[in-house]
């Protein structure tokens, strides 16, 4: 088996970590973070585990990353997300596990921002022979394919050189993310919710020979978390997929790296099949959302007094121990730490970390 040094990986390292991933059947949990916080929780909850990890940013995030205060969105946008690179490059050696570093859904109005951290990359790779990020994701999933696929091509054609990999989106994940959604009918039979084999077949034959390109195939998955019954997951649609490109390319088991949106919600048996077929990274938001909240939430509730006066107001007992940031932060952080040892769990990730120190 393969090794690769602890922190980001890309080029050699990146492929190494999905072959791994697809030879132990095994996939990559990937957490929308939002601040340090969020980020030093994901890195210590793979380092316990002893997993690799996949960290991402929507551009939402990265927007807040940098400071809601800054007038210039776009720019924020751009600065949050470097901001958080360099962060997770400054720490995962540290853990010592390695890390996949990504950007989240960004549709054809968001293409000038990944175009403006693909040459933060490029500049990167200049200096240091590494790019800022390991991947991006470039979803446009409601085009029609061919628009889709050539876009996603000259994207890839800047990244490759660079040893960086591209996620695409083919059929629609349902649901909303960050403002990026996709209608669910009720009772309708939401067809345009599954990807369709022959399609991921004509994505793989045209961006494989470009560079590493991942697939964000939708078989009935959605964003958020929803009252079950109104979309059937169908995962068979992922094995179809890697069976259509395995006969026509005559390659291994599991040829296409394959991604899981909105994973949050599914049930074990529904994570594991996915997994079988060669899923290598699940999307996890809301979950992980959740489990901040609730961590910090139970401690803001059990202690209601010192988030309202700063001296409690019958015995004048001073209550900055309780209201110090570090205290309730680390209690969402601690909650997420739990949650995502769960997931490590699901995923079939624990303990096999591929990063060891030369
Ligand atoms: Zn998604």
Redesign the pocket.
């Known amino acids: 088996m393969s090794q690769v040094s602890p922190g980001v990986v890309s080029g050699a390292s990146y492929l190494a970590l999905i072959r791994a991933c697809h030879e132990g059947g095994y996939a990559l949990p990937a957490i929308n973070v939002v601040g340090t916080d969020s980020v030093n929780a994901v890195l210590e909850a793979a380092a316990r585990n002893g997993s690799d990890v996949i960290i991402q940013i929507s551009n939402g995030g990265a927007r807040f990353y940098a400071g809601e205060g800054l007038p210039d969105a776009a720019r924020a946008r751009v600065l949050g997300a470097a901001s958080m690179a360099r962060h997770v490059h400054l720490l995962a050696k540290e853990y010592g596990i390695a890390v996949i570093l990504h950007t ?2 960004a549709d054809r109005k968001l293409i000038p921002w990944l175009d403006d951290l693909i040459t933060m990359s490029e500049d990167e790779f200049r200096a240091t022979g590494k790019p800022l990020f390991t991947s991006h ?1 470039l ?1 446009l999933s409601t085009e029609p394919l061919e628009e889709n696929l050539a876009t996603s091509a000259s994207m890839l054609k800047r990244l490759a050189p660079l040893g960086m990999g591209l996620e695409i ?1 083919l059929g629609v ?1 349902g649901g909303e ?1 960050d403002g ?1 959604g996709h209608d669910l009918e009720e009772g309708a039979d939401n067809a345009h919710l599954y990807t369709q084999p022959e399609d991921v077949l004509k994505a793989w034959e045209l961006l494989s020979p470009i560079g590493t390109v991942s697939i ?1 195939a939708s078989f009935g998955n959605v ?1 958020g978390v929803y009252k079950p019954g109104n979309v059937q997951l169908r995962p068979e649609i992922l094995k179809n997929s890697q069976d259509a490109v395995q006969k026509a390319t005559q390659s291994g088991p599991k040829p296409l790296p394959l991604v899981f ?2 994973g949050s919600g599914s049930t074990l048996e529904e994570i594991r099949e996915a997994v079988s077929y060669g899923v290598f990274k699940m ?1 996890l ?1 809301t979950d992980i959302q959740f489990a901040f909240a609730h961590g910090a939430g139970r401690y803001v509730l059990s202690h209601p007094a010192a988030f309202q006066h700063q001296i409690e107001p019958e015995t004048g007992k001073p209550l900055k121990s309780l209201y110090d940031p570090r205290k309730w932060l680390r209690e969402g952080e601690k909650s997420v730490v739990e949650r995502l040892t769960e997931s490590f769990e699901t995923l079939g990730s624990r303990g096999r970390s591929i990063a060891r120190k030369s």
């Open positions: 989240d859904h994701m979803d989106e994940t993310e990026i964000a964003h949106h909105g999307n938001d």
